[in-house]
């Protein structure tokens, strides 16, 4: 069985990130740039499918910069076997991205697709559902546990509920929550072999794909801050100042 | 506009999210519809008819739509949302999380 792997290059988690200026979205300038969470999750849980003797091989892949080459190799120390990276600088909504990951599946034929839940930069949770519906493929979403019997995949999903337990037949999609899986970490001597490991780049135009955005960002802003408290003496003034100023009580 | 809203329910009580969803399609336009995806005739329909703002409530009933699960569910929606709609609504809950959203008519 061959898996395939998305991951998207994003803002590292533990970056403070700043709106810019101009409202027109966040500061990516000298910014750290880290593999999505999520789609390490995905890479992991794919390479210990390969480990447990289910997968054959794994192919992470990537749409973006020729930056995300970068990301790819990180998959890549990880344990992935090989990559592709769709090139563009524009742009790319879920829906595109999922019409690009299509073309992959058809070019590369895998019986199992995994991607992260959801990029931490914009939050869509939409790529992995989009794709699923477009190849008429079973989805797994959320999922917390997956196992591998034969042809069949029991899935254990996170939902608001509880736990939901669901069979898929393969080909499938599945994409990842938190809990499935703990990343490992790349070691040098796999660090160093990533860097000969194939990687091979497609121009987007290539695939011939209608990637026009669907929507537009009108202005991204910075929460609003949180006020500090103030002390109060009496209770009298603590009521006063929840009639007056919270409008607690009324 | 036309706005369809898909009920979450259980089979036999209605999610409140449900209600949060109706106000949020009642704030962008008038004319709004729910869906209830059901199977076995489980009726929360019922319920539906006596919130505010709600024109019509359709029900789809199909065993295939008993545990909820997307692929049926998008079937379904889309079916309804090509023959009668131009946007649709559904929760931010379960649901969505693992439906696809191809509802959207072209």
Not at chain 1, 42 to 65: D, F, N, P, Q, Y
Not at chain 1, 139 to 146: A, L, P, R
Not at chain 2, 2 to 18: F, G, N
């Amino acid at each position: 069985m061959k898996i395939l792997v998305s991951v998207k290059r994003v803002v590292d988690y533990n970056v403070k990130v700043r709106v810019k200026a101009d409202q027109s979205g966040v500061e990516l300038t000298n910014v750290k740039m880290a593999m999505n969470p999520f789609d390490e999750i995905a890479v992991e849980e794919a390479i210990r499918l390969k480990e447990k003797g289910h997968a054959t091989e794994v192919v992470a892949v990537s749409i973006g910069t020729a930056a995300s080459q970068e990301t790819l190799r990180s998959a890549l120390a990880l344990g992935a076997d090989r990559a592709i990276l769709v090139e563009t600088n524009e742009d790319i909504q879920p829906l595109a991205a999922a019409k690009i990951l299509k073309a992959l599946v058809e070019k590369e034929h895998p019986q199992l697709f995994i991607l992260g839940k959801q990029a931490i930069d914009d939050d869509c949770n939409q790529t992995g559902q989009m794709l699923a519906g477009l190849l008429r493929w079973p989805q797994g979403t959320f999922i917390s546990e997956v196992e591998v019997n034969g042809s069949t995949l029991t899935i254990t999903r996170e939902v608001d509920g509880g736990l939901e337990k669901i069979a898929a037949p393969l080909p499938a999609v599945i994409t990842t929550d938190l809990r499935l899986n703990v990343p490992r970490y790349p070691t040098l001597p796999n660090i160093m072999k990533a860097k000969q490991k194939p990687l091979e780049t497609l121009a987007l135009s290539s695939l011939h794909i209608d990637t026009k955005a669907r929507h537009t960002t009108l202005k991204v802003t910075e929460p609003p801050v949180r006020k500090g408290g103030i002390k109060v003496t009496s209770v009298d003034e603590l009521v006063e100042k929840l009639k007056t100023v919270a409008g607690a009580l009324s | 506009m036309k706005i369809l809203v898909v009920a979450e329910h259980d089979h036999r009580s209605l999610k409140a999210s449900t209600l949060n969803t109706i106000t949020a399609a009642k704030a962008l336009g008038t004319d709004v519809d729910v869906v209830v995806l059901s199977h076995a005739g489980a009726d929360v329909s019922h319920i539906l008819k006596n919130v505010d703002g709600v024109n019509n409530v359709l029900q789809m009933d199909h065993d295939s739509l008993s545990h909820m699960l997307a692929e049926p569910s998008a079937e379904a929606l889309l079916t309804c949302a090509k023959k009668l709609f131009t946007y649709s609504f559904s929760c931010n809950n379960i649901w969505q999380k693992h439906r696809p959203s191809p509802c959207r008519t072209p």
